[in-house]
C-alpha cells in the first residue's frame, strides 16, 4: 500500500539485495556496529581537534606575553642612558655649578622625552587650545580677558600623556569661562 501524499505514514527505504543488482543487505546489527564505529571515530576527531585548537590558544597567549616582555625590555634598554645620565650627574654633585647641573638636567630631561616619544607617549600641553573635557581636567576657571577667548585653556597645572593614542593621564587646566559671571 503506498502511502498518498500528505499523509503520515511514510514508504520503508529499499533495502537491495544482492539479486536485484544493488548493494548487498547488510544486517541490522552490522550496520549499528558500523555506523557506532563512525560515531566514536568522529568523536575522537573531535576531541583531538578541541585539544589542538586549546594548545593554539595557549601557545599563541604565551607568544603574546613574550613580546609583550620583549616589547618592555627594549623600552627599559633605552631608557638605561638616561639613568646613566642621571648617575653620572649625580656623581659629580657639588664640584659641579649650578648653571651646569641645570643644563645636564636639561639635556637629560631632553634625552627622555625622545624616548618615550618614540614608543608612543605623547604630551597633552593644551594652552591657548579649546578645552576639550575627554583630554582635559578643569581645575580652575578665570573669565576671559576677551571674548574670543572663552572655553579656551589659560594654563596647564600638569601635563596630560596619551600612549600610542589613548588617554593615560588627563592635562590638569585652568579654564577661561564666561559662564555663571553677571
Known amino acids: 500500500m503506498s502511502a498518498e501524499p500528505g499523509s503520515r505514514e511514510q514508504e520503508a527505504?529499499?533495502?537491495f539485495s544482492e539479486g536485484r543488482g544493488g548493494p548487498p543487505a547488510e544486517p541490522e546489527s552490522?550496520?549499528?556496529r558500523r555506523l557506532e564505529s563512525q560515531l566514536e571515530e568522529a568523536r575522537d576527531s573531535q576531541l583531538r581537534l578541541a585539544a589542538e585548537f586549546d594548545n593554539y590558544r595557549k601557545r599563541i597567549s604565551r607568544e603574546r606575553v613574550e613580546q609583550g616582555d620583549r616589547?618592555?625590555?627594549s623600552l627599559v634598554t633605552r631608557l638605561l642612558d638616561v639613568?646613566?645620565?642621571m648617575d653620572r650627574l649625580s656623581a659629580e654633585g657639588g664640584a659641579a655649578s649650578p648653571d651646569s647641573i641645570r643644563q645636564a638636567v636639561g639635556l637629560v630631561d631632553r634625552k627622555l622625552r625622545k624616548e618615550l616619544e618614540s614608543a608612543g607617549v605623547e604630551r597633552i600641553d593644551p594652552v591657548g587650545e579649546p578645552f576639550d573635557p575627554s583630554v582635559h581636567e578643569a581645575v580652575s576657571v578665570l573669565p576671559p580677558p576677551q571674548p574670543s577667548l572663552d572655553h579656551r585653556?589659560?594654563?596647564?597645572f600638569?601635563?596630560?600623556y596619551r600612549f600610542k593614542g589613548a588617554l593615560v593621564r588627563p592635562a590638569r587646566v585652568q579654564v577661561y569661562s564666561s559662564q555663571g559671571q553677571a
Open 13 to 15: 527505504p529499499p533495502v
Open 30 to 32: 552490522e550496520a549499528i
Open 71 to 73: 616589547a618592555q625590555a
Open 83 to 85: 639613568l646613566d645620565d
Open 153 to 156: 585653556v589659560s594654563a596647564t
Open 158 to 160: 600638569q601635563t596630560g
